[in-house]
């Protein structure tokens, strides 16, 4: 937003761009990086947001030790300047159009989700043996509910309870400690960094499915830069040398068969009967992928009597375009049921808060829907999908960035790390493709339209096939032959320079009568 308000300003234009960031990319939708709100690895913070608030509040509140889902051991970075950041973010909401209550409502839904971190919950024996969740200290709770609107007995109720309705019953049945925890901290907005290709010391279902996001936006990567463009070049009949490259396409299938995919095949045991855990899942992954080139497991390389000792019993390893990850089956199945309880949405619809109503539109109680929700992996698969839609409806552009060292410092460029990157973003390919190729195409018509005023010939009107016409433009220009060559319907150009025909231009003809 920083960049948008400093680069657009006010008006029009700025709303336009607005609408596209918050609606172009439905992946955003999707709580991808909640498990960054609640933990971060080592040596790294919680979003920036929540330590700018701080900063930007009065020294009073800053103390982030008083908050559990803040990292302490990043919290301050030595050149950062959260307080001075946080004036900045607000200053460029308000450029892009938000008005100061929706300034306001955003940020207290920020300092919920803080408050939300700090809300505790305490087992309680009932007379039936069974245990029951009650919040330890309701000093947050009560705060958190002052920030949204939300009354404290309607909240903790839906911390603590969880209503199980089926045609005309209904049946309220208390939540465990571990269950009221879990579905407590569930609903937290993320974002996807496109960049992020995600390797850490502890991969689990989050780091597969934003993995699997990459392998996507690398899998049209190729599509329009590599695969079409060299396509393109046979059907035009342009003299071409065959540039290869790795395709991930294969990796991508893997991930995302609908029949054999390692996401439909986590959907199938998440919604089959019987006793499903994240240990049968891993089973049926054997049974499935364990021939596949791009898959390991302990027991897939037993079976072919290996010895890896890198590779736990409870995890599997994929190899992706951009190096192999090891990832540990624990808590794929729950982070893909993802289930967030009815009474949680319904009492946070009941909010006098706007936006937090805004968020939860399923707990609207005229609106009950008694259908079991799509699982994570299923919505985020089919958010993929309609960007990767939408991107090929697009000419896009790319801003590859290279990380120079793993030690998040600057002035040093470590060059194994840099080569691998390079290697694995097809970054060679991509500029051997280039420098082969052509860097401007036309169709002979539009090339015509727009370049005949250059030449006698063809001013101001062609009589003949615009091909012939666009070869006699060339050669009166005395264009040097190597730097174009023509297509069956298009003329190719081979230098961006030499398509700038301008009266300035030197392969004018008021150049030429000048000199």
């Known amino acids: 937003m920083s960049y948008v308000a400093a680069v657009c300003g006010k008006g029009q234009e700025v709303n ?158 208390t939540l465990n400690v571990s269950q009221a925890q879990t579905k407590a901290r569930h609903k937290v907005m993320g974002v996807l960094d496109i960049y992020g290709f995600e390797i850490f010391e502890d991969n689990s279902f989050e780091q597969f499915i934003i993995n699997y996001c990459n392998e996507k936006l690398q899998q049209i990567f190729i599509e329009l830069t590599l695969r079409e463009e060299q396509e393109e070049y046979i ?19 893997l991930i995302e068969n609908n029949q054999n995919g390692i996401l439909a095949m986590l959907d199938e045991e998440c919604l089959r009967p019987g006793t499903v855990t994240d240990s049968t899942f891993l089973d049926k992954l054997n049974t499935v992928c364990a021939k596949h080139q791009h898959f390991e497991s302990r027991l897939s390389k037993n079976s072919k009597f290996l010895t890896d000792h890198s590779l736990p019993h409870n995890c599997f390893r994929i190899q992706h375009y951009a190096g192999k990850v090891l990832y540990r089956v624990e808590g794929f199945m729950d982070k893909n049921n993802d289930l967030l309880y009815r009474d949680l949405s319904q009492a946070m619809y009941k909010a006098n808060h706007s936006l937090i109503k805004q968020l939860f539109p399923e707990g609207n109680p005229a609106k009950v829907n008694l259908k079991r929700p799509p699982t994570a992996g299923f919505q985020f698969k089919a958010s993929v999908g309609t960007l990767m839609k939408n991107l090929q409806t697009k000419n896009p552009n790319y801003i590859r960035c290279v990380k120079p060292n793993d030690k998040k410092a600057s002035h040093i460029f470590t060059e194994s790390l840099v080569r691998h990157q390079v290697a694995y973003l097809g970054l060679m390919e991509n500029v051997r493709v280039r420098r082969a190729g052509y860097a401007f195409r036309q169709a002979y018509d539009p090339c015509l339209e727009r370049y ?33 060559a023509y297509g069956r319907s298009k003329i190719f150009i081979r230098n961006p320079r030499t398509e700038d025909l301008n009266p300035a231009s030197p392969l004018s003809p008021h150049h030429h009568q000048s000199s």
């Open 16 to 173: 336009k761009v607005k609408e596209q960031l918050l609606q172009s990319n439905p992946v955003l939708e999707d709580l991808l990086e909640k498990s960054r709100v609640v933990k971060q690895p080592r040596g790294e913070r919680n979003f920036h947001v929540f330590y700018q608030l701080l900063s930007g509040a009065s020294d009073d509140t800053l103390n982030f030790s008083k908050y559990n889902y803040l990292s302490l051991d990043s919290a301050n970075v030595n050149g950062l300047d959260d307080a001075a950041n946080f004036r900045t973010v607000r200053n460029a909401m308000q450029i892009v159009g938000f008005m100061e209550d929706e300034v306001q409502s955003v940020l207290e839904l920020v300092a919920a989700v803080l408050k939300l971190g700090n809300i505790e919950f305490k087992p309680e024996s009932r007379c039936n043996s069974f245990d029951e969740s009650r919040v330890k200290d309701k000093n947050d709770l009560k705060e958190m509910c002052e920030l949204l609107g939300i009354e404290q007995s309607v909240l903790e109720r839906a911390f603590s309870y969880r209503t199980v309705e089926a045609k005309l019953e209904k049946v309220s049945t």
């Open 235 to 253: 059907r035009e009949d342009i003299e071409w040398t065959n540039v290869e490259y790795f395709n991930n396409a294969v990796i991508c299938e």
């Open 452 to 484: 005949k005023m250059l030449c006698k010939q063809t001013w101001p009107h062609w009589r003949g096939p615009a091909r012939e016409g666009v070869e006699v433009l060339m050669a009166d220009l005395q264009v040097p032959t190597e730097e174009f």
